[in-house]
């Protein structure tokens, strides 16, 4: 167990400009998450895979953000035309399909900064 | 829809006393309910976690939570903070609705006074 890895660990990005993010789940689990978190707030959700379908994708995110998990392992999140609001830290998590809501294991998170 | 409501943004307490964050959910059925610690600039660890059985669970670091579902809270406790227990704690509880999301808490932010 590797644990959840996550890069790069800082972005900083000028307005406009496109970005993408990687995660990579610890290798056994089949459910990969991507939250959001800004500063004093918690995680929020942004978007889940289980293996490589996206099952569901939360309503307060713009079409500017994508995400894939094209072979039902490592992730990618990317963000068009960037705005300051979507400064924040990405986390992504993963957690393996035992039936039920089994703990999320989290990485340390990219932490982005547009100017 | 599903929420988690932690009332307290900032807890202070002396280091080797009590300690209880609150946590309330909003959830019909029974829910999955998890606590998580954040250390600055770091993703979130797992504490504890409560899916069926005996009420009070028990965690890493000497924390342990009860679930009360009278009260739809699961609130988490330490009978004695160390100086490393600064840190930010979050509620989560896992919503099934259809798939399998977890919502979070904002989270308190816990000082220890020495």
């Known amino acids: 167990d590797t644990g959840v890895s996550q890069n790069p660990r800082h972005k900083i990005t000028k307005r406009g400009q496109n970005v993408t993010f990687r995660c990579d789940p610890i290798?056994?689990?089949?459910?990969l998450y991507w939250y959001r978190q800004t500063l004093g707030q918690g995680p929020e959700f942004l978007t889940y895979?289980?293996?490589?379908?996206?099952?569901?994708k939360s309503r307060l995110l713009s079409d500017r953000f994508s995400a894939e998990r094209p072979k039902g392992s490592f992730s990618t999140l990317e963000i068009q035309r960037t705005e300051q609001g979507d400064s924040a830290m990405y986390l992504c998590?993963?957690?393996?399909?035992?039936?039920?809501?089994?703990?999320?294991?989290f990485g340390n998170g990219t932490r982005l900064t547009v100017t | 829809a599903q929420s988690v409501t932690q009332p307290d943004i900032h807890i202070t307490v002396s280091e080797g006393a009590s300690l209880e964050l609150r946590c309330n959910y909003s959830?019909?059925?029974?829910?999955?309910l998890f606590w998580y610690v954040q250390s600055p600039g770091q993703g979130l660890q797992l504490l504890l976690k409560?899916?069926?059985?005996?009420?009070l669970v028990q965690g890493i670091k000497g924390f342990e939570a009860e679930f009360k579902r009278s009260q739809s809270s699961f609130n988490l406790r330490k009978p004695s903070v160390h100086w490393s227990d600064a840190a930010e704690y979050f509620c989560?509880?896992?919503?099934?609705?259809?798939?399998?999301?977890?919502?979070f808490g904002t989270g308190t932010r816990l000082k220890v006074l020495a």
């Open positions: 290798s056994e689990h089949n459910r």
């Open positions: 998590a993963s957690s393996s399909e035992t039936g039920g809501f089994s703990p999320l294991h």
């Open positions: 409560y899916f069926s059985g005996d009420t």
């Open positions: 895979f289980q293996n490589e379908a996206q099952l569901e």
């Open positions: 989560a509880v896992g919503a099934s609705s259809g798939t399998y999301k977890y919502i």
């Open positions: 959830y019909g059925a029974t829910p999955y």
